[in-house]
């Protein structure tokens, strides 16, 4: 009986959001800590679900003129010096290779912070003319950034996986026609494939992408009150196509600077998709990324046993064949409940339950994974009843964290009333803002929130006349709230 109790979920969500969150994550199997620091090891389901979203992505991504490209890991530092042109560089943050063996090199190598700077030059070469453009690029890899923070798996850690588009544009339009689509595919990815509501803004001036014309950005909001940010798309203007020599000959052989976005969606997004639906009893997932999204358990006493094991390996087979990721939990040393639990912990969203019962009577009962709702079906076209139980799985998860959301934003008039409702509630606050970065300082200071989004329409006018925090004119509304 021990076992089974360390099997289960100890701490809780709602009292130790970050102790429960590690604990849902090795006991689900979807990640162990690495030997170095700041590194995590993927296990297979946590992968499965990466390799999920990726899907989803990769598909819309090539649907809409994107292709996979891949370049080294190790990028020259000349090539990193050429972004300082542009932007601060990640210096404080590279992990450098220094020798080949026993050799030093000539020049330092850095691993990959970010790759603009060795995908903008290949990008220079190969646009020679307005029918080069647009250029549309990928890739799918990982990144190194030393941070010397606490590793927290999926949020934060040293190495990460994440996909960097980039692409090139003859025009401001196209370009940020781009910088939307990526935006809103990001946007239809979580509420999807995620059952999470995004929020879709703008980041500050003085919090954009450096050397960005417009960062916009997707924030969704975490059970603990705190924002995350949840994928980023940037129009870049043409700052690195000057500084990286992206040039295209027009129609008349006039000599013309490209327009750019880069784009970027990390596996933060589980961080946040674990975080936002599992519950005390371990994972939840929304059908569309689970690895395994059906477990059929069958319960049998001896004589029942052939019988009921035979129709439950057929309604296996009848699921698999229509499509869906189904379990068939025939072992014979656990007994039901230790299944039940196990799957529970694994975030299966829809349990099949068969018995002498449901054999007798050509039946099957379905066991939603987010509220224990239980109905019995019939067998007769268990195909389409399990596909409509999963959308109804996934409905539910979107529903909760929608409610979430809507009671989480709430508004602000003055500089007291920013702190009193994110100090109380956590989540997101509204007011009137002048556009000056030092108005978000005393809120930073006081209660380490800040400005996480302003809305994406610059012409929208403010939830206020005045900036609550210096009564000057308010410019555009700011989002206030603490974030991952
Ligand atoms: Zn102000």
């Not at 692409?167 to 196209?174: I, P, Y």
């Not at 596996?267 to 009893?281: F, V």
């Not at 979107?398 to 009671?407: K, Q, S």
């Not at 210096?470 to 206030?480: D, I, K, L, M, Q």
Request: hydrophobic share 35%.
């Amino acid at each position: 009986m021990s076992g089974e109790q360390e099997l289960g979920i100890t701490e809780s969500k709602e009292h130790a959001t970050g102790e429960w969150y590690a604990e849902v994550v090795q006991k689900a199997g979807l990640a162990d800590y690495a030997p170095m620091g700041g590194f995590i090891v993927t296990r297979p389901r946590g992968y499965a679900i990466w390799e999920h979203i990726q899907d989803h992505l990769d598909g819309w991504f090539k649907d809409t003129g994107v292709d996979n490209a891949y370049f080294p890991l190790l990028i020259p530092e000349s090539y990193l010096e050429k972004e300082k042109d542009v932007v601060e560089g990640f210096d404080p943050e590279v992990a450098w290779v220094t020798h080949g063996g026993h050799d030093e090199l000539e020049e330092r190598l850095a691993v990959r912070p970010t790759s603009e700077s060795i995908i903008a030059p290949f990008m220079a070469q190969w646009t020679r003319s307005h029918r080069d453009l647009p250029m549309r690029l990928n890739q799918w890899c990982s990144v190194v950034r030393w941070e010397a923070t606490e590793t927290k798996p999926f949020f934060r850690t040293k190495e990460f996986l994440w996909q960097e588009g980039h692409t090139a544009h003859a025009e401001e339009d196209g370009a940020w026609e781009e910088t939307m689509t990526r935006l809103d595919q990001y946007a239809r990815l979580y509420e999807d494939v995620m059952a999470m509501p995004p929020l879709k803004g703008r980041k500050p001036e003085h919090d954009k992408f450096p050397g960005a014309h417009t960062t916009t950005t997707i924030e969704t909001l975490m059970p603990d009150g705190k924002s995350v940010q949840a994928a980023t798309s940037h129009y870049l203007g043409t700052s690195f196509a000057e500084a990286f020599d992206i040039t295209y000959a027009d129609e008349d052989e006039e000599d013309n600077v490209a327009h750019t976005t880069s784009w970027g969606i990390s596996w933060r997004a589980m961080g946040a998709l674990i975080m936002t639906h599992s519950d005390d009893q371990g994972l939840v997932l929304p059908p569309a990324v689970a690895p395994t999204q059906v477990v059929v358990v069958p319960i049998w006493q001896e004589d029942t046993k052939d019988d009921v094991i035979e129709y439950a390996a057929d309604l296996a087979a009848e699921l698999e064949e229509s499509g869906v990721r189904v379990d068939l939990d025939d072992r014979e040393h656990r007994n039901p409940g230790f299944k039940y639990n196990e799957h529970e912990l694994n975030g299966v969203p829809l349990r099949v339950e068969v018995g002498p019962h449901e054999v007798d009577d050509e039946e099957a009962t379905l066991v939603h994974r987010p509220d224990s709702d239980q109905e019995t079906v019939d067998r007769e076209g268990i195909a389409e009843t399990t596909q409509d139980h999963l959308d109804t799985v996934h409905a539910k998860l979107y529903a909760n964290a929608e409610e979430t959301l809507d009671g989480e934003i709430r508004e602000a008039e003055s500089r007291e009333e920013i702190l009193g409702t994110i100090g109380q509630h956590g989540g997101y606050v509204k007011a009137g803002w002048c556009g000056d970065e030092a108005c978000e300082e005393p809120i930073k200071d006081a209660i380490a929130a800040e400005i996480v989004m302003v809305p994406l329409d610059r012409d929208e006018e403010p939830i206020h006349d005045e900036c609550a925090i210096c009564g000057e004119p308010s410019e555009e509304t700011a989002y206030f709230a603490k974030s991952y």
